[in-house]
C-alpha cells in the first residue's frame, strides 16, 4: 500500500513538473528567415530535471508517445508512405528521444 501511494506521488510530481517546464525561447530572427530550435531531446530533458526510477520511466514514456504522434503527423503532412514513412518516422522519433 504504501509502495502504491509513493508511486502515485512521484507520477504526479513528475506530471507537474512535465506540465511546468519553461516553453522554449523563440528564435532570434537573422534577416527575413527565422533560425527555429528543434527542442531538446528527451534524455537531455530528464537529466536537466534530474529525474529517477518511476518519475524517469513514466517521463520517457510520456515524451515517446507525444514523439511518436508528431512524426506521424510530420511524415503524413509529407505524403509519405510505405517504407519511406516508417523510416521517417523512425529516424524522426530517435532524434526527439535521444540516443
Do not use: N
Not at 14 to 41: C, L, R, Y
Not at 53 to 60: C, D, E, N, R
Not at 62 to 75: F, G, I, L, R
Amino acid at each position: 500500500m504504501k509502495y502504491t501511494i509513493a508511486a502515485a506521488l512521484l507520477l504526479a510530481s513528475a506530471a507537474s513538473a512535465f506540465a511546468q517546464a519553461p516553453a522554449t525561447k523563440p528564435a532570434a530572427k537573422s534577416g527575413a528567415a527565422a533560425e527555429v530550435q528543434a527542442p531538446a531531446s528527451c534524455k537531455a530533458q530528464a537529466a536537466t530535471k534530474k529525474l529517477a526510477g518511476a518519475a524517469l520511466t513514466s517521463f520517457m514514456k510520456k515524451c515517446e508517445q507525444t514523439a511518436t504522434t508528431a512524426c506521424s503527423k510530420s511524415a503524413s503532412d509529407k505524403k509519405l508512405k510505405g517504407a519511406a514513412k516508417t523510416s521517417h518516422t523512425k529516424k524522426c522519433v530517435e532524434d526527439r528521444v535521444g540516443s
